[in-house]
Nanobody, 124 residues
Framework: VQLQASGGGLVQTGGSLRVSCAAS???????MAWFRQAPGKEREFVAA????????SYSDSVKGRFTISRDNARKMMSLQVNNLKPEDTAVYYC???????????????????WGQGTLVTVSS
């Protein structure tokens, strides 16, 4: 599986952005997720769509502001990010796994496939 993230940029506080991830190889049977890494911090979970669950998972810090979606026919995953805050500034990574279990979607080690990341910068 190869992943290509895009759509990052500079946005003001309160603004919106849509980041996307294009996948090659298997997709409809994969668990897909977004993580992010802010400068000087560890990579953290943002959102995920488990392959066997019809409902997405979100971290508490983005719930209600971010929306993850996937289009299996186009092998695309997106993350709509609204009401952005300066603390959302980070490199956003998409990740995929065909073996992740539902209880482990938030863990980095569940994902063997990663995109290169796209930078989202929120100005105050």
């Amino acid at each position: 599986v190869q992943l290509q993230a895009s759509g990052g940029g500079l946005v003001q506080t309160g603004g919106s952005l849509r980041v996307s991830c294009a996948a090659s190889g298997t997709f409809s049977t994969d668990t897909m997720a977004w993580f992010r890494q802010a400068p000087g911090k560890e990579r953290e979970f943002v959102a995920a769509f488990h392959r066997n669950s019809g409902r997405p998972s979100y971290s508490d810090s983005v719930k209600g502001r971010f929306t993850i979606s996937r289009d299996n026919a186009r092998k695309m995953m997106s993350l709509q990010v609204n009401n952005l805050k300066p603390e959302d500034t980070a490199v956003y990574y998409c990740a995929a796994s065909c073996t992740a279990i539902l209880s482990a979607v938030r863990f980095i080690n569940s994902y063997p496939y990663w995109g290169q990341g796209t930078l989202v910068t929120v100005s105050s």
